[in-house]
């Protein structure tokens, strides 16, 4: 008996999955207006950012170098512009009223930008002439900072003989030098220099006492040069 041959397969169809549809985005979307607002956040501050340090001010520079006591008027000063960006509230603006009675309470040195923490309404320094009895240092110019010291004349006995000469001792230290008034060729000459320096009032005794005494007043520059 001869067997049936079998079915053949059937191949069945699966439905297929449905596309998924892209959803436009709407205004309503949180997502899409956190994004508007970073966007337009960044550009905002770009642009400010580009304004800003493109931006010049007029602000005061010293006309030559502003000692600590010296009055600050118009004719100590020039203006620039430059840009400061947000550092411009630390300078002295030449586009609003100079205060009257300013005085520098440190060394602004010539062609500097004169900052408003170097001005105010009265320093506690006094100026005094030194006459110097030696060659002064070159180094030494308006703004210097330097230490006086006192060297006292040797003592001579009543014979005539020296006696031993006393100490050196500080008169004054970190005092600034106001102005040099020597005359031509007269940094290497001795007694042809005399110092104005701008002495603290409680060391202003010692120095005029010292100044009256027999000796002669060294002149010594602070390492670092300009206060």
């Keep these: 008996m001869t067997s049936a041959p079998p079915a053949p397969a059937v191949a069945l169809e699966l439905p297929a999955a449905p596309a998924a549809r892209l959803r436009r985005p709407r205004w309503r979307d949180p997502r899409l207006v956190t994004g508007l607002v970073v966007v337009a956040l960044s550009v905002a501050l770009g642009s400010w950012a580009v304004s800003t340090a493109s931006r010049t001010v007029p602000v005061y520079v010293a006309d030559g170098a502003l000692t600590p006591g010296e009055p600050v008027t118009a004719s100590a000063l020039r203006v620039a512009d430059v840009r400061l960006g947000t550092g411009t509230g630390s300078y002295l603006r030449a586009d609003e009223p100079l205060p009257a009675d300013l005085v520098a309470l440190r060394v602004v040195g010539e062609g500097e930008l004169v900052p408003q923490a170097a001005l105010g309404a009265d320093a506690d320094v006094r100026s005094v002439a030194v006459p110097v009895g030696s060659g002064l240092s070159d180094r030494i110019r308006p703004g210097t900072v330097v230490d006086l010291w006192f060297v006292p004349a040797a003592p001579v006995a009543p014979g005539g003989a020296e006696r031993q000469r006393p100490e050196p001792r500080t008169l004054a230290q ?54």
Aim: aromatic share 0%; hydrophobic share 55%.
């Design 174 to 227: 970190d005092v600034v030098v106001e102005q040099v008034d020597a005359r031509e060729g007269a940094i290497v000459v001795d007694g042809a220099v005399t110092l104005h320096v701008l002495v603290p009032q409680d060391a202003l005794p010692t120095v005029l006492a010292a100044l009256s005494d027999t000796g002669t007043v060294a002149v010594v520059p602070v390492a670092g040069g300009l206060r």
